[in-house]
């Protein structure tokens, strides 16, 4: 695991959002396409801004997948993942091949469907960010370490939830879905390069725990450090709590 540091969110976006398009223009440049993993929430606001923002990256020829989505909300939610994506992703890029996770309907069999067609070839990239409670997609601690299954039904604790309330998603606790549908960690695990995007002060604390502490269910975002190819993008804030040590690379 690389860990780079940045003076703010803002460089920290450009940054990730550089190493994001190379990666993108060499994966279409050796094989034809890119396949990817794209994360949500506030904390990839300024990265997938300076993503969309990049020239000379063939979006059609890139397939995207996501790492989660709640259980019974509307497409239409200001808090859908699908609508994030759609806004800040898609229609800026013009990407035609996405598969979207479905939170309402048969929900098994929907998790059946893009399992099979997330695991029909490898991933290049996936794009990542960690929770206040150190979760990895919606792996909420202790999260399953050990299951295969590309998707996996989880249900979301209460430091997630509440995350999600003072993000500016939902109006209160009440209002959070208790359940979602994420991948699994190790399905994560399996894309050839992981890009992980970590502004603010209130992820320091996960931060230090996933970089410092032992690699635990209980700090599921930890386990990335087991990736042979990961890099971890850091603002001072975010960064605050690390030992010298662990700071590695300061721009």
Not at 182 to 208: G, H, T
Not at 221 to 245: C, G
Request: with cysteine; charged share 25%; glycine share 6%.
């Amino acid at each position: 695991m690389v860990t780079k540091i940045y003076e703010d969110k803002v460089s920290l976006g450009r940054a990730a959002a550089e190493q994001a398009a190379s990666s993108l223009r060499e994966a279409i440049k050796k094989t034809g396409r890119a396949r990817i993993i794209a994360a949500t929430g506030a904390s990839q606001f300024e990265f997938l801004d300076a993503l969309t923002a990049k020239p000379d990256i063939e979006w059609a020829k890139v397939e995207m997948f996501h790492l989660d989505e709640y259980i019974g909300l509307q497409v239409s939610h200001p808090a859908s993942f699908r609508k994030y994506l759609r806004e800040r992703l898609i229609d800026k890029t013009g990407i035609t091949k996405y598969h979207f996770l479905e939170g309402e309907g048969d929900v098994p069999a929907m998790v059946r469907k893009v399992s099979a067609e997330l695991t029909a070839a490898p991933v290049d990239i996936a794009f990542v960010g960690i929770g206040e409670n150190g979760h990895l997609a919606f792996n909420d601690p202790p999260a399953d370490f050990k299951t295969e299954e590309p998707y996996i039904i989880v249900e979301l604790d209460e430091p997630c939830r509440r995350q999600q309330v003072g993000e500016g998603w939902f109006n209160s606790l009440s209002d959070v879905p208790k359940r979602a549908i994420s991948m699994s960690v190790r399905q994560i695990l399996k894309a050839k390069e992981i890009l992980v995007v970590v502004p603010d002060a209130r992820k320091a604390q996960a931060v230090k725990s996933c970089i410092e502490g032992p690699i635990s269910p209980l700090a599921p975002a930890s386990i990335l450090r087991e990736h042979a190819n990961t890099t971890v993008f850091l603002d001072k804030l975010s960064s605050a709590l690390l030992s010298s040590q662990s700071k590695g690379n300061t721009a």
